[in-house]
């Protein structure tokens, strides 16, 4: 006696498991990415255009704007040059700021930092970036 042999379907894989989990993935590898460049973040009121445009309109026609760099210590106070600003000091100092460059100490509150941010702002100046020294291996 001889059986028949039952020939099976070709077998389906269904590709929905693997789009959920290839957008799964790609959800994760959004959210939990860091930004490299910090210049795509916009700090300054009108962004890149008006940061553009103040550089250009700046002390003169092909002057360079002047780039100021403030340290945000621990204890918030904000120091240039290796000297402790008083607030009126800082406003002097901005006023003829084109660029502004923010290096924030690892003990530095947030908060102070978005006071620093927000002073800086509001004396006009549209560059502004926030740097960070990172060790070397």
Do not use: C, K, N, W
């Not at 026609?61 to 000091?89: F, I, K, M, N, Q």
Request: glycine share 14%; hydrophobic share 50%; proline share 5%.
């Amino acid at each position: 006696m001889q059986l028949a042999r039952q020939r099976g379907g070709s077998a389906v894989i269904p590709l929905t498991p693997l789009v959920d989990v290839m957008l799964i993935l790609l959800v994760f590898f959004m959210v939990t990415s860091t930004y490299l460049d910090l210049r795509m973040i916009p700090t300054g009121p009108g962004g890149e255009a008006e940061s553009a445009g103040a550089a250009s309109t700046g002390a003169g026609a092909g002057a360079a704007p002047v780039t100021l760099l403030l340290r945000l210590d621990g204890s918030g106070a904000v120091v240039h040059r290796g000297r402790a600003l008083s607030a009126g000091e800082l406003e002097s100092q901005l006023a003829s700021a084109g660029r502004v460059l923010i290096l924030p100490s690892g003990t530095a509150t947030a908060q102070d930092l978005v006071g620093l941010l927000e002073a800086v702002t509001g004396a006009g100046v549209a560059d502004v970036r926030i740097v960070r020294l990172e060790a070397r291996p």
